[in-house]
DNA sequence: CTTGACCTTCCTACAATGGGAAGGTGCACC
DNA sequence: GGTGCACCTTCCCATTGTAGGAAGGTCAAG
């Protein structure tokens, strides 16, 4: 196979498989005599792998770990739930983080008007942040009620 | 001011503010005879609006267009409502996306049973998608839904 | 033998940030 | 008047993962 054929079985692009060997998460490919990549169906499981951790939101380097750890038949399973925990861990942390930004903007936007008029609580918070009361910082993850409370 | 006192009164290193000059967001500022930049308490105002809107996750683009409507006077409130709600969609959006990796992850981690011994579901996952049961697609995602009708 | 699809390498860019080098400036202290 | 130190300047490089394009070689079908 071809890297086209590839790029198009595993829908990472023929770029990024380039891309992935030259920064030596995949092993540098076959060469016809002309140059041209070639690939084994192995190379395809990995590649398919590559995609599906991917996708999943793994960096590189975690996937990289992944693969060694696949490759690896002796490996503890432990491992993997660990990369893998850790991963959701981080997720969630970054969910939390947006989940935060949106508050508080819809927070700002459910004082603004929204009409023609120049007046707006968003801009004005931005520019000084007590212009609008800002979100209250709960102990526990209770959002609206101890929103509703601490007001 | 000159940009070290700036940068720890807005929180943004002297690097970025050097950038947001360079790159438009920021006027560039005023100079000492002998070439270091100085800036006024308007400066200020302005630095800590860009840094307020940065931590709510907004581009460097949408700053630029919210500091424009900061400037304008007679803007209409319902443009910077628009831009937040807007904002807020894409972070709702992305939320969305890290919430099915962490359920995938979870529900393939709850399969591994976490020991010393090689097997693993997770692994398994990645190598091939169906040697694990994928996650149900709940009833209420009628994006997803409308698209399977559709094949 | 030409044409078009495919392949190769190499360079550029993105967004937002940090690191560091090489050199100039401001100021306080002796 | 020096000396030293903190600060400033510009310029270049790296990051992460991806895409675009240029210039040129290859393959297969017509």
Same mark, same amino acid.
């Given at each position: 196979?071809?890297?086209?054929?590839?790029?198009?079985?595993?829908?990472?692009?023929?770029?990024?498989?380039?891309?992935?060997?030259?920064?030596?998460?995949?092993?540098?490919?076959? *060469?016809? &005599?002309?140059?041209?990549?070639?690939?084994? $169906?192995?190379? @395809?499981?990995?590649? =398919?792998?590559?995609? +599906? #951790? *991917?996708? &999943?939101?793994?960096?590189?380097?975690?996937? $990289?770990?992944? @693969?060694?750890?696949? =490759?690896?038949?002796? +490996? #503890?399973?432990?491992?993997?739930?660990?990369?893998?925990?850790?991963?959701?861990?981080?997720?969630?942390?970054?969910?939390?983080?947006?989940?935060?930004?949106?508050?508080?903007?819809?927070?700002?936007?459910?004082?603004?008007?929204?009409?023609?008029?120049?007046?707006?609580?968003?801009?004005?918070?931005?520019?000084?942040?007590?212009?609008?009361?800002?979100?209250?910082?709960?102990?526990?993850?209770?959002?609206?009620?101890?929103?509703?409370?601490?007001?």
């Amino acid at each position: 196979m071809n890297i086209g054929d590839i790029a198009n079985a595993t829908g990472i692009s023929a770029k990024m498989i380039r891309y992935y060997e030259d920064i030596g998460l995949i092993r540098p490919a076959m *060469r016809t &005599l002309s140059g041209y990549r070639v690939y084994s $169906d192995n190379d @395809l499981q990995t590649l =398919r792998f590559v995609r +599906r #951790a *991917r996708d &999943l939101g793994f960096t590189v380097k975690q996937i $990289d770990d992944l @693969l060694t750890l696949w =490759r690896d038949r002796s +490996r #503890a399973s432990a491992d993997v739930k660990q990369i893998a925990l850790g991963h959701v861990a981080a997720l969630e942390k970054k969910m939390q983080e947006l989940k935060d930004m949106s508050d508080t903007l819809l927070h700002l936007a459910s004082h603004c008007q929204g009409n023609d008029r120049p007046d707006c609580p968003i801009l004005k918070n931005l520019g000084s942040p007590d212009a609008v009361a800002p979100l209250p910082k709960t102990r526990d993850q209770r959002k609206t009620r101890a929103f509703d409370r601490a007001r």
